[in-house]
């Protein structure tokens, strides 16, 4: 988000994917100058809605920087006692966010199937459809880890064409 969304902006993200901080960014794209974060504390007892973030947003922040292994960035969280870790590059522009929830579900799902480097793995399953083509293309795109061919039969033509 930027300085200038509001309060009802934040509550309508919040409302919508759960999430309860966001990072604050210059032009509130990730990969902008990181101005602060706003959390439920900031904005619980808030009435006026359309008040902009920069009124309300914390900027004594704890950073990670890029590159942090996942092992420091939960050290970070549980001594700082933060709820949101933003990673940031040198320029103290926005590259990543980690939260204690990624360290609690990290502590109590210890055996889920990760990377090199700490992150959970992802798959997909497509099926044999033209239109699967394309879901397979996005996937890979955007960096997927594992894609499972999904068809009700064992052996058929189409599985064989979606494979080469």
């Known amino acids: 988000l930027a300085p200038s969304h509001t309060v009802a902006d934040v509550e309508e993200l ?26 439920s504390r900031d904005i619980d007892f808030r009435s006026e809605k359309d008040t902009p973030l920069s009124e309300v947003m914390s900027t004594d922040l704890v ?15 549980r001594e700082s006692k933060k709820g949101k870790l933003p990673i940031v590059n040198t320029n103290y522009e926005l590259v990543a966010l980690t939260s204690r929830t990624d360290l609690k579900k990290n502590r109590d799902f210890p055996l889920s199937s990760k990377d090199e480097g700490g992150q959970l793995l992802v798959g ?12 397979c293309a996005a996937l890979v795109k955007e960096g997927v880890d594992v894609i499972v061919l999904d068809s009700s039969q064992g052996a058929s033509m189409y599985q064989l064409e979606m494979i080469k």
């Open 14 to 39: 919040k409302k919508r994917h759960g999430f309860s901080g966001f990072p604050i960014t210059e032009d509130g794209k990730i990969g902008s100058r990181l101005l602060g974060m706003v959390t």
């Open 63 to 77: 950073v990670g920087e890029e590159g942090i292994s996942l092992r420091d960035a939960n050290l970070i969280l």
């Open 124 to 135: 997909a399953a497509i099926g044999t459809r033209p239109k699967d083509r394309e879901r």
